[in-house]
Every structure is written in structure tokens, then in C-alpha cells.
């Protein structure tokens, strides 16, 4: 049954051209997940935009470590989503904990859009839903059998 509702979903957002949103935005939302509690402490997933994902990192030592190991965090990411989502990967030192496109600016053509900024936190704010639905179905499903 959850495989059915997960299927549904995927079929509506390729439907709305809005498949290849979700799974970029899946990235944000799962970051501490794909990469660990090491460093999901001391970065957080700002965006991704045309392939290029731009990360916040706590500091520059943090910033230069993780410039390093940039093919391996595009790895980790793409066989994850089991296709090349990330081509690029950008650090930027800031505050881990202040969201929004506050350390690379806010211009449209930079962030690549194809939904307006109003439209976006009402497109995201409907993914943590689905996903949270998807969850809670899930378990219900789950205690029935």
C-alpha cells in the first residue's frame, strides 16, 4: 500500500514537472541523514540550484576540510538518489542555524527557480507535508498488519 501512495506521489509531481524539485529538495531535508552527525553538526544544505548545492559550514578550517572531500560528498549524495543530482558543490562559512538564501544571495538566475520565491515556500512547505503523510501512513499501515 505505501509503495501505491509513493508511486501516486511520484506520478503527480512528474505530472507537474515538480519530480526533479522534490528530489533536489530531499537533499535539504535529508542532510543530516546522508551525511552523518560529523558533519551535519558544523554544515547545513542551503539550497541546490542547476546541480550546484550550496552549503553553509560553521568555519573556515571546517570550510577547507570539506573542500577536500568534495568528490566524495557528491558520491555519497548522487548514489544515494542513484543519479548525478550534484555536480557542483559550494561552501560558504555562516550561521548554521539562520535559514534562508541569506549567504548566496537571492537573485532568481543565481538559484536557477523555475516557481517564484512565495510559490517556493509553499511548494516546500507541501513536500514536508507529503513527506510527513507518507510517514504517518507508513506506520499506520505498519501497526495494522
Request: glycine share 6%; no cysteine; charged share 20%.
Amino acid at each position: 500500500m505505501m509503495k501505491e501512495l509513493g508511486l501516486v506521489i511520484e506520478h503527480l509531481l512528474r505530472q507537474k514537472k515538480m519530480w526533479k524539485q522534490y528530489r533536489q529538495h530531499l537533499i535539504i531535508e535529508s542532510w543530516s541523514e546522508l551525511m552523518g552527525i560529523n558533519i551535519a553538526s558544523v554544515t547545513r544544505a542551503e539550497r541546490i540550484s542547476k546541480g550546484i548545492l550550496f552549503i553553509v559550514v560553521k568555519d573556515s578550517t571546517w570550510a577547507y576540510h570539506l573542500t577536500l572531500l568534495k568528490a566524495q560528498l557528491s558520491e555519497k549524495i548522487n548514489s544515494y538518489f542513484g543519479y548525478r543530482v550534484v555536480t557542483e558543490i559550494y561552501f560558504q562559512v555562516g550561521d548554521l542555524h539562520r535559514e534562508g538564501n541569506k549567504y548566496f544571495g537571492n537573485n532568481n538566475l543565481l538559484q536557477g527557480n523555475l516557481i517564484s520565491n512565495n510559490n517556493q515556500s509553499i511548494f516546500i512547505e507541501g513536500i514536508r507535508k507529503l513527506r510527513h503523510l507518507q510517514s504517518d501512513a507508513s506506520t499506520l499501515f505498519s501497526e495494522g498488519e
